[in-house]
């Protein structure tokens, strides 16, 4: 099976950034652009059919969560449900203290939002993570106390993929009282996320890096938690996300869940073949050059993070038309500056520049993977 948007281009190793809609998808959603067109709150014949796709595709992003369809609230994307998430439930829970914690190498959607309850007067603490990008639970059980209201910690990371403890520090969380939030942006679809296993309260789901469009996410709200919205008006999503459904790609993110909860058994295995595959060929091309960046075992299966010494990765990815990939640098005003997750992991400034961000997924092949390590590997040397 092969992708329409990527047969004639270079090799795409961004998946992390974002997924084309599978054809699945967009066959799904198109009858809700065109004959479908109503609004699923009006009481008359052209509601009924996209009522009954928004409830159909709330119970397709529940089953993927392996959860109830009543504790799904759809939203316009991530940084939108984790602005929820977060904001949502410390405001709504403010006789639970004014504590939040957090890590460093999270999605500037969680870092901003703490940094700006910080100025309405909550206490954040930043834990630390270690040289594989994880976090030590012990620290997470220092820094608590019966204050924190919120712990967020993400599923797995965009960049190095490193996947945190989750059922460990949301158990922590509970002990003293407080939620726990994950952005699992880069796992829903990728790795099985079974909610009550993980004993998350809160859970942020992204389209566009499951084969959705962008634009549309969910919310995992367990019962029981309360919330406050940040969007207010209709009293669409129970009240807690106003504006009429997006009935389109509500659709479309139901039916990426389920072609997700369908093929993820397969694809666990084949991305992190693939990915180690790229990683072994890199690193037999250039003995001795290759340091792999994230965790070794706990890791997205079709992210690899490297770092070729005495490169420089913007500038070899730039000097490679063939592949279309991410090193993690930022660029502010024409100085770049390293991965502030590398950054974060102590890595040295060299070595985070050379990172190279490969990440695969649905539509990538054995062949993409040798042509892509061979043109990377003549470019270094
Ligand atoms: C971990 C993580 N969280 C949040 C987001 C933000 O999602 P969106 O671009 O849909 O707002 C992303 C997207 O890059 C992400 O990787």
């Given at each position: ?8 281009g270079?090799i ?18 198109l ?5 479908h ?8 014949h ?23 369809s009543?504790?799904i ?9 984790d602005d ?12 639970r ?23 309405d ?8 993570v ?16 019966d204050?924190?209201?919120l ?26 009282g407080a939620m ?14 079974h ?22 996410g969910?919310?995992?709200?367990r ?6 919205p940040?969007?207010?008006g ?20 139901g ?7 369908e093929?993820?058994?397969?694809s666990?295995?084949?991305l992190?073949g693939l ?12 003995p001795?050059r290759?340091?792999l960046n994230?965790h ?9 993070n490297?770092s ?13 038309p ?6 993690g ?20 400034a060299?070595r985070?520049n050379?990172?190279?961000?490969l990440?695969l997924?649905?539509w990538?092949?054995?062949a ?14």
């Open positions: 099976m092969s992708h329409p948007a990527l047969d004639d270079p795409y190793l961004d998946y992390n950034a974002t997924t084309p809609v599978d054809p699945r998808v967009l066959d799904a959603a009858p809700y652009l065109t004959t067109f109503g609004n699923p709150s009006s009481a008359h052209y509601a009924a059919a996209p009522r009954t796709a928004v409830a159909a595709a709330r119970r397709r992003v529940a089953d993927l969560l392996r959860t109830r009543d504790q609230i759809f939203t316009g994307g991530g940084s939108e449900t929820l998430a977060i904001r949502g439930s410390v405001l709504a829970n403010r006789d203290g004014d504590g939040v914690i957090t890590q460093v190498t999270e999605h500037p959607a969680v870092l901003a939002t703490c940094r700006s309850l910080e100025t007067g909550f206490q954040v603490t930043y834990l630390p270690d040289g594989h990008g994880r976090v030590d639970p012990a620290d997470l059980s220092h820094a608590i106390s204050r924190t209201a712990v967020s910690i993400m599923a797995g990371n965009a960049e190095t993929g490193t996947l945190q403890p989750i059922a460990e520090l949301a158990a922590i969380a509970h002990s003293h726990f939030h994950t952005d699992a942006a880069q796992a829903v679809g990728k790795i099985h996320i909610v009550d296993e993980l004993g998350v309260d809160l859970l942020t789901v992204v389209g566009h890096k499951m084969y959705a469009p962008k634009g549309v969910a919310l995992y709200l019962s029981g938690t309360s919330l406050q940040t969007i207010r209709g009293g669409q999503e129970r009240g807690l996300r106003a504006g009429t459904e997006n009935v389109a790609l509500v659709v479309a993110l039916a990426a869940a389920t072609i997700a909860a093929e993820i058994q397969g666990v295995t084949r992190a990915r180690d595959r790229l990683h072994h060929r890199l690193a037999e091309r250039l001795g290759v340091e994230g070794p075992t706990k890791r997205l299966p079709g992210t690899l490297i070729i010494a005495g490169t420089r990765g913007r500038e070899l990815l730039a000097s490679i063939g592949i279309a990939a991410a090193t640098s930022a660029c502010h005003e024409g100085v770049h500056q390293p991965s502030a997750v590398l950054t974060a992991m102590g890595l040295t060299d985070a050379a990172a190279l961000r990440t997924g649905r990538t092949t054995e993409e993977v040798d042509q892509a390590a061979d043109l990377i590997a003549a470019r270094a040397t």
